[in-house]
């Protein structure tokens, strides 16, 4: 059934749950990581949507968990396989995006996806959080929270 679904969502769960229940399956690894990607790269398009969303694409917390998920199982099969590659540069892409648009929330969410797997080097992601906190607009929660994500990074890396 996960083969032969169209909708990338609902392939993700099933090719998953699959692969949970049998995971010598490890091709349903890489269909449940390839579709996770695919469904966040459809909200990056506008041809999906996520619930509740606040019209900011995929710069939403379900985008998050999706890639945090796919992220794990790239971790079982394999780092340098072309799924979870594509997984990885949606992180990437995704923490670019939050910083550019200098969105704190975002940015916090895919700058901690980053770091918690290694997905890129420490000083994008340390440039990233000073461009945002250089921002005035950004309130005192959310400039705590990247001070804390910035703190972090290994040996007092900062993007400068």
């Known amino acids: 059934m996960a083969a032969r679904s169209v909708n990338p969502v609902i392939k993700a769960r099933l090719a998953d749950m699959c692969w949970l229940l049998e995971r010598k399956r490890g091709a349903l690894a890489a269909m449940a990581v390839a579709a996770y990607v695919d469904t966040i790269e459809a909200v990056e398009l506008g041809t999906l949507k996520f619930p509740f969303a606040h019209n900011d694409g995929a710069l939403e917390f379900g985008a998050?968990?999706?890639?945090?998920?796919?992220?794990?199982?790239?971790?079982?099969?394999?780092?340098?396989?072309?799924?979870?590659?594509?997984?990885?540069?949606?992180?990437?892409?995704?923490?670019?995006?939050?910083?550019?648009?200098?969105?704190?929330?975002p940015l916090i969410w895919f700058s901690e996806l980053d770091l918690d797997f290694s997905v890129s080097d420490p000083l994008p992601v340390a440039a990233g959080i000073e461009e945002v906190l250089a921002a005035a607009e950004v309130d005192f929660h959310a400039r705590t929270s990247l001070w804390r994500l910035a703190a972090r990074l290994p040996n007092g890396q900062t993007g400068r």
Do not use: N, Q, S, Y
Request: proline share 2%; no cysteine; charged share 35%.
């Open 64 to 105: 998050r968990d999706l890639l945090r998920r796919a992220l794990h199982i790239g971790r079982a099969i394999g780092w340098a396989k072309p799924e979870t590659v594509r997984a990885r540069d949606a992180v990437v892409r995704l923490r670019g995006l939050a910083a550019t648009r200098r969105l704190a929330a």
